[in-house]
């Protein structure tokens, strides 16, 4: 009899596909009884060489053994992802990062001292050929993480190796939270998924550079809050490239330079001082949209009642509670796409805590476009 944890799923997508043809193991590690002999079984297609997506506690990640390069091209081929954006590497013990990186600084000793396991990627200088060059894509540094989920930790020690492991989605589609999203985008292209159900946090990690004068950049605004690592630095600031007013410099993270995160139909963020006038221009653009032929949709907060007739409306939860916004975003934009929404109006939130990253990923959404009213 087959394992109860495993299925196959026969699957052909058109197009290049890394793993063209081949079918597609589940394991699910939801129920603990058979989670165990799952990971056991995924950890040594990984091993092998094999390209696994897991669920971490920020979204899915699509795993591969950082040091073989191989499978890595085999991750950058199944997502289509620009050979030039380098991939996060995940641990599950400190002490491997001594055949990782050169050297850590006492604040970035203190930083995963307070934040791992957790939503925090930590840029180091890599030790040269500790790992494929394709993971770093050519830089001298790397990110290195120890994700907060049992699964991934559990996943990492049964293949054995760090595993460079960017987003489980198609390059430019919005991250995936399920394994569900995970199979929409990659199934026929990797070897296997791991359910492990909701990821939690729903954005990635922050990604940041501790500089020489103690100062830490943050490349990316994640699940760890720059109020959270005000904790432990005294100064703590964003990479300027990362807004679009400052964009003329290449930001320090290549993959934030990328439309990532986009719904298929064209959005727009709409803030302003007051939720009733906000509504109310959104109400006329809609309207506009929808006599243009457009399908619409709106993504608001709950603080906002307003009826939006003939569009979509789909909700972040409250604005005092930017974790669940945070929760809720990557599957509300997929949630557009199935409806085939074409049009889409979403309302801003105070960029606050995780709201920070929230807004970071709606405006990389939104292709930058923004309506003050
Ligand atoms: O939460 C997360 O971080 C998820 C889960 C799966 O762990 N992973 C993730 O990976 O978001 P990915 O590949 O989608 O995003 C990695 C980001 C990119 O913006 C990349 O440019 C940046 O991290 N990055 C990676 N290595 C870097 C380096 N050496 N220097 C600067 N930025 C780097
Ligand atoms: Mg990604």
């Known amino acids: 009899m087959e394992h109860p944890s495993k299925q196959s799923i026969d699957s052909v997508i058109a197009g290049d596909s890394s793993v063209a043809g081949s079918s597609m193991q589940r394991w699910s590690a939801i129920e603990p009884n058979i989670a165990g002999s ?14 696994v997506a897991f669920p971490t506690e920020t979204v899915y990640g699509l795993g591969a053994d950082a040091r073989n390069t191989a499978a890595v091209e085999a991750v950058f081929a199944a997502k289509g992802r620009p050979s030039d954006n ?29 934040f791992w396991p957790g939503p925090l990627t930590l840029v180091m200088p890599v030790i040269e050929g500790a790992l494929s060059p394709r993971v770093t ?12 989920h049992p699964v991934a930790l559990d996943l990492i020690t049964a293949a054995d190796c760090p595993l460079a492991a960017p987003s489980a989605n198609r390059s430019g589609r919005p991250s995936p939270t399920t394994a569900a999203h995970v199979a929409d985008d990659l199934a026929g292209r990797i070897n296997g998924i791991v359910d492990g159900g909701s990821a939690g946090v729903g954005v990635e990690s922050t990604v940041i550079e501790v500089e020489e004068d103690g100062r830490i950049l943050i490349l990316r605004p ?17 990479d300027p490239a990362l807004y679009g007013v400052a964009a003329e410099t290449a930001p320090r993270a ?25 509504a109310a221009f959104m109400q006329e653009q809609l309207i506009a949209a929808q ?8 993504l608001v907060f709950d603080e906002d009642n307003t009826v939006y007739e003939g569009s979509l409306r789909l909700t972040l ?3 005092s509670r930017p974790e669940e916004a945070a929760s809720r975003l990557y599957g509300q934009l997929r949630a557009f796409d199935e409806a085939e929404i074409t049009f889409i ?17 709606l405006y990389k959404a939104a292709g930058g476009q923004f309506i003050r009213v």
């Open 345 to 361: 109006l979403a309302q801003g939130c105070a960029e606050q805590g995780v709201g920070l990253a929230v807004m970071n990923r």
């Open 86 to 114: 380098p991939l996060i590497v995940h641990i599950s013990q400190q002490n491997q990062l001594d055949s990782i990186v050169q050297r850590v600084l006492p604040l970035e000793q203190q930083l995963m001292n307070t």
């Open 317 to 319: 939860g409250s604005l």
């Open 38 to 51: 799952a990971l056991q079984e995924a950890g040594a297609v990984l091993a092998s060489g094999g390209i």
């Open 137 to 148: 894509a050519g830089l001298d540094t790397v990110g290195v993480r120890m994700p907060d």
């Open 254 to 278: 290549p993959g934030m330079k990328y439309t990532h995160y986009a719904p298929k139909g064209s959005m727009s963020i709409v803030t302003g001082e007051h939720m009733n006038e906000v």
């Open 291 to 298: 006599t243009r032929g457009e399908r619409t949709g709106v």
């Open 222 to 238: 994640g699940g760890i809050t720059r109020e959270q690592l005000l904790t432990v630095a005294d100064r703590v600031e964003l």
